[in-house]
């Protein structure tokens, strides 16, 4: 046995420094690890602050919009409308509701194409009341409506001016036309393009044809 003990080599003070150098090591390790996971905690803590910051955001802004919707559905057909979020984030939808005199309740697929445009013209009206745009073009976007709802879609674009904006448009139906500011027409004179305007709101009445 003394003769085995004498085989094994001693440990000397260069092995106990490395011990103490890897037991340092470790601690430090331990303690870097210990300020990851904080920080971890930290980012989650911040992502779950932005995502309830969101939600409150869209529905709040959802919320607005929806009011703006009724209003103007109310003002043009004498219904109601409504619109709000449906699922969960990042699965959302946006769904949309009018409910109109002697109808009740429709289905957007069941309106006739008249109610179609001027549903989607009170939609985008919605949306951009929430952000108004200093300047709005619309392009025949009364070519499905009839006489009455061009009055509609026209006092609906009269809201927009009131509220601050330029809106331009492109119509070819009389009673849009005649609830302009000012008309711009193109005309073929000698073979060139001329363009001609009218200020409508000097006069009391407006008399249009398509010839004209």
């Known amino acids: 046995m003394a003769a085995r003990l004498r085989t094994i080599p001693l440990v000397g003070p260069d092995v106990l420094e490395e011990l103490r150098r890897e037991e340092a090591k470790a601690r430090e390790m331990d303690e870097t690890l210990a300020q990851l996971e904080e920080a971890r905690a930290s980012i989650e803590r911040a992502l779950d602050e932005i995502a309830k910051e969101r939600d409150r955001v869209l529905r709040e802004t959802v919320e607005k919009v929806s009011r703006a919707f009724n209003e103007a559905i109310g003002e043009m057909f004498g219904g109601e409308g409504e619109v709000w979020l449906s699922g969960e984030w990042p699965r959302m939808e946006l769904e949309v509701r009018v409910n109109l005199p002697e109808k009740g309740e429709v ?83 000698n073979g060139e393009s001329r363009v001609v305007g009218v200020r409508l709101d000097e006069f009391d009445r407006v008399e249009y044809t398509a010839e004209g």
């Open 107 to 189: 289905p957007m697929e069941a309106l006739s194409g008249g109610e179609k445009s001027l549903t989607a013209l009170a939609f985008i009206y919605a949306l951009q009341s929430v952000r108004p745009s200093p300047l709005y073009f619309f392009d025949e976007a009364d070519m499905m409506l009839d006489g009455r709802n061009c009055k509609r879609y026209a006092a609906l674009l009269r809201r927009m001016v009131t509220r601050g904006s330029q809106v331009i448009i492109i119509s070819l139906k009389k009673d849009t036309l005649e609830e302009a500011d000012a008309i711009l027409g193109v005309r073929m004179v």
